[in-house]
């Protein structure tokens, strides 16, 4: 029990440092290939890799009512939130992009009384959700004169989106428990969703030749498919099948984080009063909010 515990966590701290960095990576990518694309190549690779492993290993796919389970999974929490993520870091910078997503918890909570309802909504939850929010408010004002520009709006709502279906993926993930392999289950998530994605993308056109993509491009998508989804992702969803959600989503204090730090560093990209002051209060609010849940549930490992 404590060993599991403790891997538990050793997942979640490396998926709050480690997934703050791929926003670096997924901004890269999305400036020389389809975002939607990139997201889709990066996780039918990985996955297929995930899966070749366990087939090859002897094991057999599960029955339609998991694969049903695993497939509506993947297709919230990579399909619709990593794809649409990825998509947006086309439009906006890395570091917004990472600010947006961290409101995850706040959703993650709503998500939580609606669905799981053993939470009681409290006035501190209010007002943490009032003080996240404040948070983005103050952020967006830096960039409100950007908002007139509809294709930074587009971004923007994409990112939106991406946080809903993530939170929502997120709590819909940790009431079901699948009777095969975390990792497997992990992989046949990252392969169905790489599959439907890269479908979507030639659908609509949103894909091009990656040997004609610059290099950089290639490092990046090397980069999210290794320590994105092989090791990042498969570290979330293990932490997540054994703690608490509310637990969990503490990376999301982390993550923006490490995101507007690697953004201005190497990329270049806004760093300013508004924007570092909004950040601190929109992690206050999440810490509001997560703290009022603790004191409901505790963090009970899962088997």
Request: overall charge positive.
């Amino acid at each position: 029990m404590k060993k599991e515990l403790g891997r538990a966590y050793i997942a979640l701290a490396i998926v709050s440092f480690f997934w703050g960095t791929t926003y670096l990576a997924s901004r890269v990518g999305a400036q020389h290939m389809p975002g939607l694309f990139v997201a889709g190549m990066r996780q039918f690779i990985a996955g297929f890799i995930l899966v070749s492993y366990f087939l090859i290993r002897g094991y057999q796919l599960p029955d339609w009512k998991v694969l049903k389970k695993i497939s509506i999974q993947g297709i919230l929490l990579l399909c619709i939130a990593n794809g649409l993520l990825t998509w947006s870091l086309q439009y906006i910078s890395s570091g917004l992009a990472a600010i947006i997503a961290g409101l995850v918890p706040l959703f993650i909570a709503l998500f939580s009384i609606l669905l799981l309802r053993y939470i009681k909504f409290t006035k501190w939850m209010g007002l943490g959700l009032l003080v996240g929010f404040a948070g983005i408010v103050t952020i967006f004002y830096e960039y409100l004169h950007q908002l007139v520009n509809p294709v930074f709006a587009f971004g923007v709502l994409l990112a939106f989106i991406s946080t809903l279906a993530w939170s929502f993926g997120t709590v819909y993930t940790s009431k079901y428990k699948l009777p095969i392999d975390i990792l497997f289950a992990v992989g046949l998530q990252m392969l169905i969703a790489g599959i439907i994605s890269l479908v979507v993308c030639f659908i609509t056109g949103q894909y091009t030749n990656p040997l004609h993509s610059a290099v950089v491009s290639w490092y990046a998508l090397l980069y999210l498919i290794v320590v994105g989804s092989l090791m990042t992702y498969s570290a979330y969803v293990f932490a997540i099948s054994k703690l608490p959600p509310t637990l969990v989503s503490v990376y999301a204090y982390i993550n923006p984080i490490v995101a507007v730090a690697l953004g201005w560093l190497l990329l270049h990209e806004k760093m300013t009063v508004n924007v570092i002051s909004g950040t601190l209060i929109t992690l206050a609010g999440v810490y509001l909010v997560n703290k009022e849940f603790k004191k409901q549930q505790k963090p009970v490992i899962k088997t």
